[in-house]
C-alpha cells in the first residue's frame, strides 16, 4: 500500500488522490481556505464521467501538515499545484522536506517546477511528470469535476541518462499502483521532452481559450483561431530547443491531431479567468517567450495573444 501526499486538492489533484482512495492506498491532501474546510467536513466528491464518487480524506493546511508529519512518512510527495504556486510552496516548506530523502514529483502545467523543486531539494529527489488528456477543476469547495482518459506519464529529471537509477524500483511500484487503480501510467525515460510536448498543446490552447472563451474543440476547429492554436504551438517548439529539446513537426502535428480530437473541454486558463483567479499565463506563454528570446527567435502568435489577454484581464499574474 502506498502512503502519498498531494499537495494541491484541485481538479487533478482530487480527481488522482480519489482513484488510489479507491484502491486502497492512504493519501493525504493539502488544501486552504474554503476547500480545505469543505474537505475535513464533508470529505472529497468527484464527478467524473457520470459516476459519483465520495471519499472521507486527510485534508490538511501546509502549518498542520508539519506539525503533524514528516516528510520521510510518505512514499512520496506529489505536487498537483497551479504552477505559479511552486516556488513559493517548496520555499515554504523547504526546511520540512530537508529532513527526509522522500522524492518530489510534480505533476503540473509547464517547465519550469521541476528546475524550481531541484533548486530546493536537489535534482537527486526531483521527479518530472505530467497529467496527459485531463481537464479537472473545483465545481466548488469540496467538490471537483474531470474528465478524460486521465493518463499520468512522469520520469526521472531530467531524463534517465543524466540521472542515477535511485528512484526506478520506485517508480515502478508508483506506476503499477495507479495502473491497478485505473489511471493509465507510464515510466519516460526523457521526462523533460515530454513536459516540452505537453507546453505544446498548453501554449496553443490556453492563453487563446482565456482570452476568447472558447473551449478546446472550438477553438481547434475556428476557421480563424484554429491557425493561431497550431503558430503557437510551433513557436513552442522552437522554444524548446533552449533547453536542450529537440522536437520535430512530427512531434508538433502528434500533440495538435490530440488536441483536435479531444473532448471540448474548457482549458484550466479559461475556468481560472472565469472565476477571477489568477493565470498561469507566465507559466505557460512567458516560459515560451523568454526561451524563444534566449536564441533571438520571434514568437508573434505568442507574444500577441499574451500581451492582449494582459490588456484584457490585469489580473493575470502568476501567484
Partial sequence: MLNLLFIGAGGIGGYYAARLLRAGHQVTLTARGEHLAALQRNGLC??????IWRHQVTALSHSDLIARHQAGDFTAIVLTLKSSATAAVMQELADWLHAAEVPVISLQNGVDNEPEIAAVIGAERTLGGLAVRIGGHILAPGVIAAEGVAQIVWGQWPNARQTSNRWHQLLQQLTDA????????????????????????????????????????SLTHHPEHGPVVYAMMTETLQAAR????????????????????????????????????????????GAVLRRCKQQQLAAPHTERVMRALQAEYPYQHNG
Avoid at 468527484?46 to 459516476?51: A, R
Avoid at 498548453?202 to 481559450?209: E, I, R, T
Avoid at 486558463?269 to 506563454?285: F, Q, T, W, Y
Fill in 178 to 217: 495507479c495502473n491497478s487503480a485505473g489511471i493509465p501510467t507510464r515510466i519516460s525515460d526523457g521526462i523533460q521532452r515530454e513536459l516540452w510536448k505537453k507546453l505544446i498543446i498548453n501554449n496553443g490552447v490556453n492563453p487563446l481559450s482565456a482570452l476568447t472563451g472558447l473551449d478546446t474543440r
Fill in 242 to 285: 533552449a533547453d536542450g529539446v529537440e522536437l520535430s513537426t512530427a512531434d508538433l502535428d502528434e500533440m495538435h491531431e490530440l488536441i483536435r480530437s479531444f473532448n471540448a473541454i474548457k482549458t484550466s486558463m479559461l475556468v481560472d479567468r472565469e472565476k477571477g483567479r489568477p493565470l498561469e499565463l507566465d507559466s505557460i506563454a
Fill in 46 to 51: 468527484v464527478h467524473y464521467q457520470g459516476n
